[in-house]
Nanobody, 116 residues
Framework: QVRLQESGPGLVKTSQTLSLTCTVS??????????WDWIRQAPGKGLEWMGA???????FYSSSLKSRITIAKETSKNRFTLRLSSVAPEDTAVYYC????????WGQGTQVTVSS
C-alpha cells in the first residue's frame, strides 16, 4: 500500500517561501506510469491542482502559479517537494500530496497558514 505523508511548517509569513515535503512509503517515486502532484484547498473553496512531476522527471505547473512554484523529486530519499515563493494570505490552505497512475494515493493533508 502506497502511503504519502506531507511535512513542513504550518505557519509562513507573507512574502516568504512555503516549503513542503511529501515522503512516499510502500512505493517508489520512480515507479513506471506514476506521477506525483500537489493539490491544495483554501477555506471554503474547491480543490486546486498546483503541479506535478512524473516518473521521468517532467514537471507540469498550473498556469496561475507558474511564476512562483517549484516541484522537485529526491529519488534517493523517495520523496518530492513543493516550494511556493512570495506567499500571501490567499495561499492559506490545506496542502495535499497525491500520487499514483490516476491520483489514487493521497496524503492526509497539512494546514498551511500565511500570516504577517
Amino acid at each position: 500500500q502506497v502511503r504519502l505523508q506531507e511535512s513542513g511548517p504550518g505557519l509562513v509569513k507573507t512574502s516568504q517561501t512555503l516549503s513542503l515535503t511529501c515522503t512516499v512509503s510502500g512505493g517508489s517515486v520512480t515507479a513506471t506510469n506514476y506521477a506525483w502532484d500537489w493539490i491544495r484547498q483554501a477555506p471554503g473553496k474547491g480543490l486546486e491542482w498546483m503541479g506535478a512531476i512524473n516518473q521521468r522527471g517532467t514537471i507540469f505547473y498550473s498556469s496561475s502559479l507558474k511564476s512562483r512554484i517549484t516541484i522537485a523529486k529526491e529519488t534517493s530519499k523517495n520523496r518530492f517537494t513543493l516550494r511556493l515563493s512570495s506567499v500571501a494570505p490567499e495561499d492559506t490552505a490545506v496542502y495535499y500530496c497525491v500520487g499514483g497512475e490516476a491520483c489514487e494515493y493521497w496524503g492526509q493533508g497539512t494546514q498551511v497558514t500565511v500570516s504577517s
